[in-house]
């Protein structure tokens, strides 16, 4: 069955590192998104990309956050350098286009130290 | 005010029991979004409804547009349905096609 894979799982990693994650898609997704969650939250739009383009980043603090999906197929979310408050899930999900049904990856739980 | 609201934010309950969870919305949307969250676990997507009902072995969800009230309902609970359930809306926000998460209702279900 068709599925959004997200890696690494887990990360733990020290404050002021950097940190990636990657994600592909379930294929022939044009639609990606990358979420945060905070514990006990709901998640938060980091970033949303169509195909290549990037569709909302209002969200992304991007002093120290980053994405792309270069080709439109993966995705690789940064953080550099990783902050303490930055521990969190961060899932990322797919859907065939704006609207439609979104399915999400088993997201990484990032925990820094 | 969030845009989406859920409650109850926590529910406990006994095997067998039959479950309700509510979620409100404030905005216009094109659908809405159930989805369930095990402990450590990613997302899985549930129901994606814009009207009526729908069910799907003993999960029922179902929407009424015009009050903007959805809820989930669990028929015959089991303890393996112990997860945070979460309500999202895909709306358009600012011209953009959003997906607005309420902050889930953690349900858990005792033997």
């Known amino acids: 069955e068709a599925e959004v894979a997200q890696s690494p799982r887990y990360k733990i990693t020290e404050k002021s590192q950097a940190v990636a994650f990657w994600c592909d898609p379930i294929?022939?997704?044009?639609?990606l998104y990358w979420y945060r969650q905070i514990l006990g939250q709901g998640p938060e739009l980091l970033v949303q990309?169509?195909?290549?383009?990037?569709?909302?980043d209002s969200q992304l603090p991007k002093d120290r956050f980053s994405a792309e999906r270069l080709k439109g197929v993966d995705s690789t979310l940064k953080i550099q350098p990783a902050e303490l408050g930055d521990s969190a899930m961060y899932l990322c999900?797919?859907?065939f286009g704006l609207g439609w049904e979104a399915f999400f990856g088993q997201g990484t739980r990032l925990t820094v130290v | 005010k969030n845009e989406v609201e859920q409650s109850p934010q926590n529910l406990t309950a006994q095997e067998g029991e039959f479950i309700t969870i509510n979620c409100s919305y404030s905005?216009?949307?094109?659908?809405l979004h159930w989805l369930q969250q095990h402990p450590g676990g990613g997302i899985v997507s549930l129901f994606m409804?814009?009207?009526g009902k729908k069910k799907h072995g003993r999960l029922i969800a179902t929407i009424n547009i015009q009050e903007k009230h959805s809820s989930l309902h669990i028929t015959a609970s089991h303890p393996r349905d112990s997860a945070v359930y979460i309500c999202?809306?895909?709306?358009?926000?600012?011209?953009?096609?959003?997906?607005?998460f309420g902050q889930g209702t953690r349900l858990t279900i005792n033997p």
């Open positions: 294929s022939g997704h044009a639609t």
């Open positions: 999900a797919s859907s």
């Open positions: 905005v216009g949307i094109s659908a």
């Open positions: 999202a809306v895909s709306s358009l926000i600012q011209g953009a096609q959003k997906l607005v």
């Open positions: 409804l814009s009207s």
């Open positions: 990309f169509q195909d290549e383009s990037v569709v909302d």
